[in-house]
Each structure stands twice: as C-alpha cells, then as structure tokens.
C-alpha cells in the first residue's frame, strides 16, 4: 500500500501593512498582533500549527517592521527551522510569494503557503492529500465566512418569516491557505499578483484545486480590530487548540 507524502516545507505571508488594525499594527506587523487572551501572536500559531502538521521548515516574507518580527523569531523558541526573507522593493503578491519561495530547501518538492492574517486549524494533511488526488497544481483552501449583518428571510409572497443574524456566505472564499506542487513555483510571476494571472490560468485548465474546509474547523481572517474582539470570544467560547 501507497503511503502518502506530505509536505515538510511552507511560506508565511507576512509582509502585510495591517492599516485596518492601527493602532495595534502601529509598531508592530500585523502578524505580531495577539488575540486576547491567547497570549500568542498570530505568527506563533501558524508556525505551531504547521509543526504540528509535519512541516520542519518555513520561509517567513517579512515586509512591515520587518525586524520587530525577525526579533522574535530570533528570541522564540520555535517547533520548526524558520528563514526570513525581505523584499528589496514590492513585488505584488505573486512576486513575494515567488521570491520566498526560492528560499525552500528542497525545491523540488510540494509546498504549503499561509497568509500571516489568518487563524486556523485544519488537517493540512488532508488537504494534501485532496490536491494529490486531482492532481492539481495549486490547491486553495476554502472557508465560508458568517455574513456581519442580519439577514431576513422572506415567502414567496412578501411576508417576512424570519430574522437570522450573522448568517453563513452562500459563497465560498479564498482561506488563505494553499497547498503547491513543485512546478507552481516557475509559474508565479517576477513582479505582480498571481490571483489575477495564475491562478485564472491555472483554472482555465482545470488544474487548480479547492478544498472546502471541514465542518467544524475555525477559520478567521484578522484585519481590523472587531475581528480581534470577536476572535477572542470565539475562541474562549469554543476552546480550540490555540
């Protein structure tokens, strides 16, 4: 019997502005942000999670206070080897993504990829093996966010029936969270956004993958100071392994 590989190796986005969460992001990068009452930034967890999915090494792509993070990562002890890269000058999504990614050690070799805004736990795992099965090049996670406004609900007819607050999108969303086959890499561009140029691409040739993300997981995107506060509730009130 086949025993599936998975990836030991990923990238951390975490070059990001974080305006939408001043004054936290005032003096520091958006990843360095903690959740109250967890006591770890943003950046602690993912790299716990990824350990804790078999991953031994990261590329982090600072940008923002870049050396306020690469002080920590210095200072911390880590569950995995950790390497920074900076940018020079911006090179768009796609071009950072391509750069730190010329940093993995073993190139020749699948890869995860995480925004560093992002607070989750999932089986990567199982991801990777969903991207082996289609085959895919690129494989997207997919999380279905609760909507921030009440919604209503009504007949046919007219006639309200319902009120529901803070229902669940009809749509899924991009997570956040990726999963790369080797050849992903050469396709990024040098300079630009890969959302608007590979990832099209990649779709059009039936080669991109998504994976919708179990029922149960917990999945936020942290850009403003509300999604602190609500993730700190949610967290409090559902316990997960943080």
């Not at 716990?48 to 078999?54: R, Y």
């Not at 995995?80 to 050690?105: D, I, N």
């Not at 009504?154 to 999963?179: K, M, Q, R």
């Amino acid at each position: 019997m086949h025993t599936p590989t998975y990836p030991t190796q990923a990238v951390v986005l975490a070059g990001g502005q974080g305006s939408r969460l001043r004054p936290y992001t005032d003096d520091r990068p958006k990843p360095m942000v903690e959740i109250p009452g967890t006591g770890t930034p943003i950046i602690g967890h993912q790299l716990s999670w990824l350990a804790a999915e078999g991953v031994t090494d990261a590329v982090v792509s600072c940008g923002h206070l870049a050396e306020v993070l690469q002080e920590w990562l210095e200072s911390t002890e880590l569950p995995l080897r950790v390497t920074t890269v900076v940018e020079s000058e911006p090179l768009g999504r796609g071009g950072g993504l391509k750069y730190a990614a010329a940093r993995l050690p073993h190139p020749e070799l699948p890869w995860y990829a995480t925004n560093g805004d992002i607070w989750t736990r999932f089986s990567l795992r199982e991801m990777a093996a969903f991207h082996a099965e289609r085959d895919a090049v690129a494989t997207l996670a997919l999380a279905r966010p609760r909507i921030p406004w009440g919604a209503v609900e009504t007949d046919a007819f007219g006639h309200i029936t319902d009120f529901i607050e803070s229902p669940p999108s009809p749509y899924l969303i991009n997570a956040g969270v990726y999963v790369f086959s080797a050849a992903f890499t050469d396709l990024l561009p040098e300079r630009g956004d890969h959302e608007r140029t590979t990832f099209p691409g990649l779709a059009r040739e039936r080669r991109l993958a998504g994976f919708p993300l179990p029922n149960g997981a917990y999945w936020r995107a942290i850009d403003t100071a509300k999604d602190l506060t609500e993730a700190a509730r949610e967290l409090s009130a559902a316990a997960p392994p943080v």
